[in-house]
């Protein structure tokens, strides 16, 4: 009974684009923030952007103006839009659901890769 669901990843060379997907559960849509995390080898996992339920966004200083996170409330999705990839985004992508200050759901995970 997965909450969060992520797909999207795969390789791509530098400078190219790459959309991530989350699909969300219909309560855990409707009102947790959704967020896309990251975490490259032997890093921690850092936060990259986020989107609340009324359409707020936050970006990490590393990625503004690249990348840009959606929502779509049909279709119960949150998007990632990745322009401009350098090979520092290469990381494992997650998918994760705040309420209340707490991240109670986490996605699987989803593979990034930027290299020629």
């Known amino acids: 009974q997965a909450q969060l669901v992520e797909s999207g990843g795969g390789l791509v060379q530098p400078g190219g684009s790459l959309r991530l997907s989350c699909a969300a559960s219909?309560?855990?849509?409707?009102?947790?923030?959704i967020g896309w995390f990251r975490q490259a080898p032997g890093s921690q996992r850092d936060m990259v952007a986020t989107i609340t339920r009324r359409g707020t966004t936050s970006y990490a200083d590393s990625v503004k103006g690249r990348f840009t996170i959606s929502r779509d409330n049909d279709k119960k999705m949150v998007y990632l839009q990745m322009n401009s990839l350098k090979p520092e985004d290469t990381a494992v992508y997650y998918c994760n659901a705040e309420f209340g200050s707490v991240s109670h759901y986490w996605g699987q995970g989803t593979q990034v890769t930027v290299s020629s």
């Open positions: 219909t309560s855990v849509f409707s009102l947790y923030t």
